[in-house]
């Protein structure tokens, strides 16, 4: 599929896209009665409320102004992805780019990126916040498209997925995704994405747990404001990894929008990804583990992978 069109970055200030995504948008889960089956305290809420909770996946519109809000501090990997492109100016694809947590780094280092992302709210959100950024910075591309079908019709120096997002595929998925990012490098590029490692010894003294934390975000000087519970429910023997954050929003008239968004993503072993980016024609050339992070019982690995050597390829990526 090709996702090619360019989406124009137009300074929106957060609080008019967040008032736009009050509405019905095209989410991309939308409402998830499903989702009562689920473990833990996502599960408990659901039946709690009923039909009076609205469900979505954490990618809809509204929920990726709240991801914008709950990850837009988070310098997680940052530093790691800048020493790994170096100081040369590069050509940048980014995967999954979201609100722009890695894009505005990357720019502001001088790097020419290509963001493409999946949910136009995200894109929105990036290019207002470019368009804030102002001059002083690299040149950006939108492309609103999917990570694991793309053909932008161009190849990079690199290619990066950061966010573990990788954990958001299934096999198929990530096998599309892996085969379109050595279509898109140079000869001499790299795919830079994180991953998240689950230490064993950990995970099977506690096969099964939660973790949760609790965030408020007052409205300023008036009444009014947001409490954000977000909950992590693992299962570490069946690979299993879900993310909900139930939002509590009060108006300044004390009226209270209850909403729960959640996500599923995977954990995955190393191991396994270094036999499916071979499979893809992808080398793993270094490992890194980001800093940062408050759990014990993981890792966040870097991996920078290179193109395989090709006997059928010339050094300018052709087949002779």
Known sequence: MSAEAAVEAT??????LATQATGPGPDRAGSDRAGSDRPGTAGALIRMF????AVEDIYS??????????????????????SAL????????????????LTLPLLRHGHEVVALEKSPMMLRLLGAK???????????????????????GRRFDAVV????????????????????????????GMFLFSTLQMRRGQMLAQPVRENTHVLTVPAGDGPGGSMVVLVEWIDGPGQQRLISAFRSEVDPAGTVDHRLFTSEVRLLDVAD???ELAAAGLTVAGRE???????????????????????????????S
Request: aromatic share 2%.
């Open 11 to 16: 300074a929106v200030t957060a609080t008019e």
């Open 50 to 53: 009923g039909d009076a909770l």
């Open 61 to 82: 519109e509204r929920g990726s102004v709240l991801y914008d809000l709950l990850g837009g501090e988070d310098q997680q990997e940052i530093t790691e992805l800048l």
């Open 86 to 101: 170096g100081g040369t100016r590069r050509s940048v694809l980014e995967l999954a780019a979201g609100s722009g947590r």
């Open 130 to 152: 470019a368009a804030a950024a102002g001059q002083g910075a690299g040149p950006l591309t939108l492309v609103e498209g999917d990570m694991s079908r793309f053909d932008l």
């Open 161 to 188: 997925l950061g966010a573990t997002s990788v954990s958001l595929l299934d096999a198929a998925g990530r096998a599309a995704m892996f085969g379109a990012v050595r279509r898109h490098l140079t000869p001499t």
């Open 273 to 275: 990804l270094e036999r």
């Open 289 to 319: 583990q980001i800093a940062g992070g408050r759990e014990p019982d993981r890792s966040t690995l870097l991996l920078r992978c290179v193109p395989s050597p090709d006997p059928d390829q010339d050094q300018d990526g052709a087949r």
